[in-house]
């Protein structure tokens, strides 16, 4: 008896059934998949599955999983498989994280298990196009952003994360949730000297904003965002315009964080108000400070990590947005600085 568990292309899931004796197996096929990607390093999923359910089996055997056991736990791991493929479809991967969230799901509750949802939609842009997040890491950013008032969300260029912020701030605004967006990031660029730069401070810095402009661009209409902007219900302004100030019932964003000092960075952290909610952002990789200048980033994160009510978001290089050899720089990259940091060990 076969069973289909779902519409999936190309028969992506087919089940068959056999019993022995008080025992059941089911094969399941799994057709069109990445089985790395899907079943994991070493098959680490289905160990983390087996672990859950340690009265039954679950064996892979190339493009086929073998369940055994008895009728109720079979049930219960075909449910968990079948939401896995669903999750597979939308992201493209299944990780151990991924599997430990669906069993918990299973053994909290009697409800079918929910698959993230990237239909939600933040905010409508000016041409009417619904802005949504596009990987699992962006929902994880919305949601550490409504557990938290101050949330960090570290990753590669390319990963969305400071349009997906400045996104949330646009809909806190529209949503009268605060009175004011604020948006700042540190003067500090590669290689460049702003003092060598044409203009007054305004015209200097600009420029180093454009892709908080331009994702405002993309949310606001031009002449709404013009009067947000000349009323200040809209503030984008160097870093150091921040001290000294207080910052309540607004929506702040810090942009670029990796090149704060740690001076720069408590600073910031001690400007929040009441009724405000705080993002900050950065790419670990991308520190264009001084040679033995410590990044304010780098020392928050590790500071901060066990502080309560204060969330964490790591995008990766499987959120790139961008042309696909961007994802691959980034990766290449990154294995470069994981070769480094084993070395130093």
Request: overall charge neutral.
């Amino acid at each position: 008896m076969f069973y289909n568990f779902g519409s999936y292309s190309n028969n992506t899931l087919l089940s068959q059934q056999k019993t022995y004796f008080n025992l059941i197996e089911k094969v399941i096929q799994l057709e069109e998949i990445s089985l790395v990607d899907f079943l994991g390093v070493e098959n680490s999923n289905i160990k983390k599955i087996n672990a859950a359910f340690p009265q039954s089996k679950v064996t892979s055997r190339g493009n086929e999983l073998f369940i055994q056991g008895s009728s109720p736990e079979i049930q219960k791991i075909q449910e968990i498989i079948h939401s896995l493929l669903l999750h597979y479809q939308k992201f493209g991967r299944v990780t151990q994280e991924n599997v430990q969230d669906y069993i918990q799901q299973m053994q909290l509750s009697d409800e079918p298990l929910q698959i993230p949802d990237l239909d939600m939609v933040l905010v409508h842009g000016i041409h009417g196009q619904p802005i949504k997040p596009k990987t699992e890491n962006h929902l994880k950013l919305i949601k550490n952003c409504q557990e938290n008032d101050l949330v960090f969300a570290i990753g590669p260029a390319g990963t969305g994360k400071t349009y997906i912020s400045v996104a949330l701030a646009v809909r806190a605004l529209k949503n009268k949730e605060v009175k004011k967006i604020v948006i700042t990031r540190p003067a500090v660029e590669a290689g460049e000297n702003l003092g060598f730069l044409p203009g007054d401070l305004k015209e200097k810095i600009d420029p180093y904003l454009r892709p908080i402009y331009d994702a405002l661009d993309d949310m606001i209409a031009p002449e709404k965002l013009k009067t947000y902007i000349e009323q200040r219900t809209i503030e984008i302004a160097p870093l150091a315009y921040m001290r000294g100030r207080t910052l309540s019932n607004a929506f702040v964003l810090l942009d670029e964080a990796q090149n704060t000092t740690p001076m720069q960075m408590k600073m910031f952290l001690t400007r929040m108000g009441m009724n405000s909610k705080m993002i900050i952002t950065g790419d670990k990789s991308q520190i264009d400070l001084p040679p033995r200048q410590k990044s304010g980033l780098l020392e928050a994160l590790r500071i901060l990590q066990n502080v309560e009510g204060i969330g964490f978001v790591e995008l990766d290089g499987r959120d790139v947005l961008r042309h696909r050899l961007v994802r691959n720089i980034v990766r290449a990259y990154d294995k470069v600085e994981k070769e480094k940091e084993n070395q130093q060990q």
